[in-house]
């Protein structure tokens, strides 16, 4: 027997080692970090995506059962290196594709099985199935192992079935009922399918594990605001505003960047308050989100319709002014924007806007003509 070792970098670690474990040949596989720049990273730095790691996993197989080269062809089927700093559902550089060679002949050998997983990827089939089915294979090879039926999910999710994604993660939590890994995935596959009660269910037991996320607190805010609860949506998205901090830099993470994740605090907190027709904390929620991400149109566009809903009507003028500028062809902010200036008695400015309108949306144009000529 002659043992050997390969590092690879495919997506979440556990994942990937699920499927390792049941390839004949291999010995032993440990997840890990590596591609850093600094020593014995923890979870939570690494998430940051400040670190520079990757999550890894070192593999020790023998070389006389399996050799190095199908080890790498099972590594390119089993995830999809053309997602940049991403895998599915995980998102940040933590989560990138890589191969961490040990000499030269080993680039050698990366660099071939690349050209053949290109040469793959470029037959006509699905791009997920030979994932999909790794995971599958790893799931009926170990049933007790969460982690196959949670890969499984994720493969699910980035198909868009999330009816088998919520199947897959549900048995990763029944065999495991503490693999924290499967409960955040589960409750969004939920709510992508609306059925967000029992999304909130689920979100409320991934805080029983996790109550310092502001990731969870965000879509836990997210589900209440769908099912109504206006006073329970407020009270999460506070809960999330107060975790991040002022900059974010409170709690650092890598599903998203920081300021995304304060502002969509922030959203979902003026819609909460929406909700409640608390239309001046509304509009204050969500001029701090717009103010977090002043590119995002529809956070300036989401602010204009609660400033006018509140009367504030000039402060509505300007914020569909913001959105003209980053969307210059929707014709939704035109509309809203004319009658925003009706509303202020500045009727040449919203016949300004329908002749602006007449070249985007012919009927819309007719309504808003309509409205002003009262």
């Known amino acids: 027997m002659t043992e050997q070792i390969a590092v ?73 290196p053309t997602q940049l700093n991403r895998q599915g559902n995980d998102v940040g550089t933590q989560y990138r594709s890589a191969i961490f060679p040990a000499d030269d002949d080993r680039r050698e050998a990366a660099m071939a099985a690349i050209a053949r997983a290109n040469a793959a990827r470029s037959a006509p089939k699905p791009r997920y199935d030979e994932a999909e089915q790794q995971y599958q294979l790893a799931a009926q090879i170990a049933p007790d192992d969460a982690r196959a039926f949670a890969g499984l999910g994720n493969v699910y999710v980035d ?143 989401n602010l204009g319709l609660t400033l006018y809903n509140a009367g504030r009507y000039s402060e509505a003028i300007e914020s569909y002014k913001e959105v003209i500028k980053l969307r210059p062809k929707l014709a939704q902010a035109y509309f809203n924007l004319g009658l925003a200036y009706y509303a202020i008695n500045d009727k040449p400015a919203a016949l300004a806007q329908y002749e602006t309108l007449k070249g985007l949306d012919a009927d819309m144009a007719k309504q808003l003509y309509d409205a002003i000529k009262r």
């Open 159 to 301: 198909q868009g079935k999330f009816a088998q994604a919520v199947d897959a993660y549900q048995k990763a939590i029944k065999v495991k009922p503490d693999y924290n890994g499967a409960y955040l995935p589960l409750a969004f596959s939920l709510a992508r399918l609306d059925r967000y009660p029992e999304a909130i269910d689920v979100y409320k037991e991934a805080l029983k594990r996790d109550s310092t996320s502001p990731e969870i607190y965000n879509n836990l805010s997210f589900a209440y605001n769908h099912t109504g609860r206006f006073d329970d949506a407020v009270q999460s998205s506070k809960q999330a505003i107060d975790l991040l901090g002022e900059t974010g830099e409170a709690y650092k993470m890598g599903f998203q960047e920081r300021n995304e994740i304060r502002s969509y605090a922030y959203k979902n907190l003026g819609n909460a308050y929406n909700g409640l027709k608390k239309y001046d904390e509304a509009a204050n929620a969500l001029k701090k989100s717009s103010e977090i991400e002043p590119t995002n149109a529809a956070a300036h566009f």
């Open 8 to 80: 690879l970098a495919g997506g979440c670690f556990w994942c990937t080692e699920a499927v390792f474990l049941d390839v004949v040949g291999v010995k032993s596989v440990e997840s890990g970090y590596t591609g850093g720049h600094i020593s014995n990273p923890t979870y939570k730095q690494v998430c940051g995506g400040d670190t520079g790691h990757a999550e890894a996993i070192r593999v020790t197989f023998d070389s006389d059962q399996l050799s190095y080269d199908d080890l790498l062809d099972i590594f390119f089927a089993i995830h999809d």
